[in-house]
C-alpha cells in the first residue's frame, strides 16, 4: 500500500510529464497558428500548475494569456508581442521541467 505523500508524488509526477507533452504541443500549436487551440492548452496548464502547487508557474501562464486576449491573432503572422509572451512562457516551462527533474 502507499502512503499519501507517495501517491501525492506521484501525481504530481504525472502533472510534470504532462507540462512536457503539453508544451510540445503548444510549441506546435504557435507554429501552425491555431490560437485557439493553443488558448485551450494553456488555461488548463494554469489550471493545472494552480492545482498542483505550482502558482508562480500558474501566474505566467495567465500573463502570457493576458497577451493572447488582447492580441488580433492571425493564420498569416505572428505580431511581436505574442510571440514574445510566447517565447518567454516557453522558457520558463523548460526552465520548469528542468528544475522538476533534476537528474
Not at 23 to 37: C, V, Y
Not at 90 to 99: A, Q, T, Y
Request: proline share 3%.
Amino acid at each position: 500500500m502507499f502512503s499519501t505523500e507517495e501517491i501525492q508524488q506521484r501525481v504530481k509526477n504525472q502533472y510534470i510529464e504532462r507540462v512536457g507533452s503539453r508544451l510540445r504541443k503548444m510549441r506546435k500549436l504557435m507554429m501552425d497558428r491555431d490560437w485557439a487551440t493553443l488558448k485551450n492548452e494553456a488555461h488548463q496548464l494554469a489550471e493545472g500548475a494552480q492545482n498542483f502547487g505550482y502558482p508562480n508557474l500558474a501566474t505566467e501562464v495567465q500573463s502570457a494569456l493576458q497577451v493572447l486576449e488582447k492580441q488580433t491573432l492571425s493564420r498569416t503572422a505572428i505580431d511581436q508581442p505574442t510571440k514574445l509572451a510566447l517565447e518567454s512562457l516557453f522558457k520558463r516551462l523548460d526552465r520548469f521541467l528542468v528544475d522538476q527533474n533534476p537528474s
